[in-house]
């Protein structure tokens, strides 16, 4: 795909997430005003789905999910997903649809109004990197939204690998989970580096989704709990195929 249709294709996109903010914001706002924590959920778990598969098709991006019965019915969880490209959303949000769920996502986006915008309505937060006191903001925000209900996903390596081959899990992603005191969902994505992170152009490809058993951290001590921490990296990363 050449630039002009990179461009165009870039341009659908944002236009799909602002009709989407666009559809969402009012019936957001209104069950937040009302306290109404089950439906905001619902609203954007029916509304994510349409505008996701929008986008999708769009960018011609098809997903082939494995382990579909792991995917719990409800939240709140906390997903851990290896980060091979931006076709991991997409991947993610095709795959499981049951229950509602944000992401950790970087700063940068922020300068996007759209994405600002979409952040909020899907109870995603920023990441504020390299600065501990704003770290430490975020993971206060993430526990009040998994305890609210809110299910999040996050990206342990912190950014994309642009490739099969995954960068480090940092430890302190599996502080969300910890604080909040919620179950975790380890997931394994492929070949979704090759919508985009080849060549920084579109091109078609199907993202492969590999859903393995909810690990239930709430009760486990300290010790546990980082034990449980290194087999939930091996369980994703084991997954990861060099292709």
């Known amino acids: ?62 997903v082939d999910v494995e382990g579909a019965e792991n995917i719990p019915e409800n939240g709140p969880v906390v997903i851990f997903a290896n980060h091979q490209g931006y076709a991991d959303v997409l991947g993610l949000y095709l795959a499981i649809r049951k229950f509602q769920f944000g992401f950790v996502g970087k700063q940068e986006f922020k300068k996007i109004k759209a994405m600002d915008v979409a952040f909020n309505l899907t109870r995603s937060v920023f990441l504020h990197r390299g600065d501990a006191r704003a770290a430490l903001e975020t993971i206060k925000t993430t526990t009040e939204l998994l305890n609210d209900g809110f299910s999040l996903c996050v990206f342990p390596e912190g950014t994309r690998s642009r490739g099969p081959v995954p960068g480090e899990f940092k430890d302190g992603a599996f502080k969300f989970a910890q604080k909040a005191k919620v179950p975790v969902l380890p997931v394994t994505i492929n070949d979704s580096y090759k919508m985009f992170e080849v060549d920084d152009a579109f091109h078609p490809c199907t993202v492969k989704v590999k859903i393995h058993p909810v690990v239930h951290i709430e009760d486990m001590s300290r010790g546990e709990q980082k034990e449980a921490w290194g087999d939930i990296v091996t369980t994703i990363t084991s997954s990861i195929r060099e292709s």
Do not use: P, W
């Open 1 to 62: 795909m050449g630039k002009l249709a990179t461009l165009t294709t870039f341009i659908k996109v944002l236009n799909q997430i602002n009709k989407y903010n666009k559809a969402t914001k009012k019936q957001v706002m209104k069950c937040r005003a009302e306290g109404d924590l089950e439906g905001e959920r619902e609203i954007i778990r029916k509304n994510t789905g349409i505008y996701i598969s929008n986008i999708a098709n769009i960018c011609h991006v098809d």
